[in-house]
Structures are given as C-alpha cells and as structure tokens.
C-alpha cells in the first residue's frame, strides 16, 4: 500500500471563485464526470464546501486509513472517503469529524455510513454521506458511488 502525501493542490484563489458556483456546473463542464451518485448528501442542507480533494480508498469494516488520511490531510482540503457504498458500519463520527474540524479541512464526503447524527449536525462541520445510520464503528461488513462513480485521485482537483 502506497499513500500520495503530497501532490498539486488548486490554488487558494481558484477554490474561492470555484465555491461560488454549483457543483453540478464543474461535472457539466467535465462531460458529466465528478459528479457523486445521488445517494450521497450533506447531512445538513445547503451546505457548501470547496478545496482539493484528498481520497482514501477504505476497505469495508475498517476505519484505520481514515485515520491516516485525517493526520496527512492540509487545512482546506476536502476529505473524500471510498466506503464501498457500505450502510451497515459507521466509518466516521463526531471524534472523527472533529479531528477533521481541528485541522481545518474543508469537510468531508464518504461513500459510507457516518453515525452521532446528532453530533455532527450541531458540529457544524460539512460532512456529505451516503448514510448517517450506521451502526457501532468498523468491525462490520461495510465503491464510492459505483464502478463509474467516485475513486480514489479521481477527484483531485474537482470541487465538491
């Protein structure tokens, strides 16, 4: 296993303008690529978050390069989690998004279950899911958006 901590991230300025605008435009503009697979939304409407993109890839059930990710990302990067699409298992919760608040990252999206709904909404902190129900944490049986959907790097420089 390999992790990229370090590549080309947009330019501050770029991000900005870029937040000005819908993400549904970057997708048009990309041919319909970098769009999200319509089960994955913001736990709190109308929330907005823009930055380079830092993936993880997350094997079902497990958590641990969630970690990794969350200690290697930079302030204003968006956290993208690959969770297999996973329901079951809560790959992330309020101690996580929190630690990803702290950093400053600019908010995270998880093809997974996040749980302590509660939590994150009055957190305050972006958080985009394909579920907020999941059960206890990893140790379960848990692709982000599909085999056409979101991937690890894909993302690199879209803004979410």
Do not use: W, Y
């Amino acid at each position: 296993m390999s992790i990229n901590r370090e590549f080309e991230r947009v330019p501050a300025e770029q991000v900005k303008q870029a937040s000005e605008f819908q993400a549904a435009i970057f997708a048009d503009v990309n041919g319909g690529g970098g769009a999200l697979r319509g089960r994955i939304g913001p736990l709190v409407p109308n929330i907005k978050m823009a930055g380079s993109t830092f993936t993880v890839e997350q094997r079902p059930g497990d958590n641990l390069m969630v970690h990794a990710a969350i200690a290697l990302a930079k302030p204003g990067d968006v956290l993208v989690v690959e969770g297999k699409g996973d329901q079951t298992a809560a790959l992330m919760g309020v101690l996580m998004m929190n630690a990803c608040k702290v950093r400053q990252l600019a908010g995270v999206v998880i093809d997974g279950a996040v749980r302590d709904r509660e939590e994150l909404v009055e957190l305050g902190f972006p958080v985009s899911a394909a579920s907020s129900g999941g059960r206890r944490g990893p140790g379960l049986h848990v692709q982000a958006g599909g085999p056409s959907g979101l991937r690890p790097h894909f993302f690199n420089k879209a803004i979410l």
